[in-house]
């Protein structure tokens, strides 16, 4: 069955970090690439981070380029977002989601599995 689940939202102080966990099913993203996108109030949601399903491509929003890490252990199943030196901007609910592909995309539109969304709220 379909299953995208993220994990390790919260509140955090500015210059702190979060890491953020997105596990699937096998058959979920056995071979696609994965993503993460954001959505702060009064925005639209808006490209954050991707990776190609064997991890060696990597794309970030200039936004974030720096201080996001994405990464992923394929044994696992499991898509992390490695968010370090948080400030108010990045407050945003933050969403996982699965490439109908294999390669790391920065379009919205390459996926067809999204998770529900984690909430981030950085306080400064």
């Known amino acids: 069955q379909v299953q995208v689940i993220e994990s390790g939202g919260g509140l955090v102080q500015a210059g702190g970090s979060l890491r953020l966990s997105c596990t699937t099913s096998?058959?979920?993203?056995?071979?696609?690439?994965m993503g993460w996108f954001r959505q702060a109030p009064g925005k639209e949601r808006e490209f954050v981070a991707a990776?190609?399903?064997?991890?060696?491509?990597?794309y970030y929003a200039d936004s974030v380029k720096g201080r996001f890490t994405i990464s992923r252990d394929s044994a696992k199943n499991t898509v992390y977002l490695q968010m370090d030196s948080l400030n108010a901007e990045d407050t945003a609910v933050y969403y996982c989601?699965?490439?109908?592909?294999?390669?790391?995309?920065?379009?919205?539109?390459?996926?067809?599995?999204w998770g529900q969304g984690t909430q981030v709220t950085v306080s400064s």
């Open positions: 989601a699965v490439n109908r592909y294999s390669s790391a995309s920065t379009s919205s539109r390459d996926y067809h599995y």
């Open positions: 096998r058959r979920t993203s056995s071979n696609n690439g």
């Open positions: 990776l190609s399903w064997r991890g060696q491509t990597t």
